[in-house]
């Protein structure tokens, strides 16, 4: 069966401190993989999406990138975090485009202070 | 601009009783439709997925329905629980491109 994990949970970082939050996917090939934010009192917000190795892209402009070094690992980072960068982070992963179920990680709560 | 809309935002209701949640969304050339559930500080957990093309989709005492036209969707759950407490979540995916349109939820608590 195919499993996904995603950590840490949780962390707690200061202003203009790097970033480097990591998912990797069990029991699949190929699958999309994307990184969403969640932040309090808004909807989930799509940052990243991936359909293969080294292929990126991303929906909104920000102070965060992602990366894509293997084919079940998806990796999203940022140079220095900024204040507004808070929220719940979540990875997620599906077979096909839009056309299977989307199976998120547990989800990594950042505070930036 | 896909805006996806769930009503109520909170609801709390006895243990036992049906319920419906509601999602309506601005654009019908959607993929498909799904439900998720999320726990306070957990992930989101996929419960139904419904075709562009089909009316509903069933799984336990969970039903969902779709009515693409008119940019609804409703998630139906009998005989509620406690352990249904959780917010639910529904999103769509465009015809084109790979960013589901999430709600922002209604959160539902079920009273023993």
């Known amino acids: 069966s195919q499993t996904i994990h995603q950590w840490p949970a949780t962390l707690v970082q200061p202003v203009g401190s790097p970033l480097s939050l990591e998912c990797t996917v069990e029991g699949t090939s190929n699958p999309n993989l994307y990184w969403y934010r969640q932040a309090a009192g808004r909807g989930l917000q799509l940052l990243f999406y991936s359909v293969g190795i080294g292929q990126i892209s991303s929906e909104v402009p920000q102070n965060l990138s992602a990366s894509r070094p293997q084919d079940r690992q998806f990796i999203l980072s940022s140079k220095k975090l900024l204040l507004s960068d808070s929220g719940f982070y979540l990875c997620?992963?599906?077979?096909?485009?839009?056309?299977?179920?989307?199976?998120f990680g547990s989800g990594t709560q950042l505070s930036v202070l | 601009k896909q805006e996806v809309t769930q009503i109520p935002a909170a609801l709390s209701v006895p243990e036992g009783e049906n319920l419906v949640l509601n999602c309506s969304f601005t654009d019908s050339a959607i993929y498909n439709l799904q439900w998720f559930r999320q726990d306070p500080g957990k992930g989101l957990t996929s419960l139904l997925l419904?075709?562009?093309?089909?009316r509903e989709q069933t799984s336990g005492r969970l039903n969902a329905s779709l009515d693409k036209s008119s940019g609804r969707s409703t998630l139906y759950i009998a005989a509620s629980q406690p352990g249904d407490s959780a917010t639910y979540l529904c999103?769509?995916?465009?015809?084109?491109?790979?960013?589901?349109?999430f709600g922002k939820g209604t959160s539902l608590l079920v009273t023993p």
């Open positions: 419904i075709q562009s093309s089909q």
């Open positions: 997620a992963w599906s077979q096909g485009r839009g056309d299977e179920k989307l199976f």
């Open positions: 999103a769509v995916t465009p015809s084109s491109g790979y960013a589901l349109n």
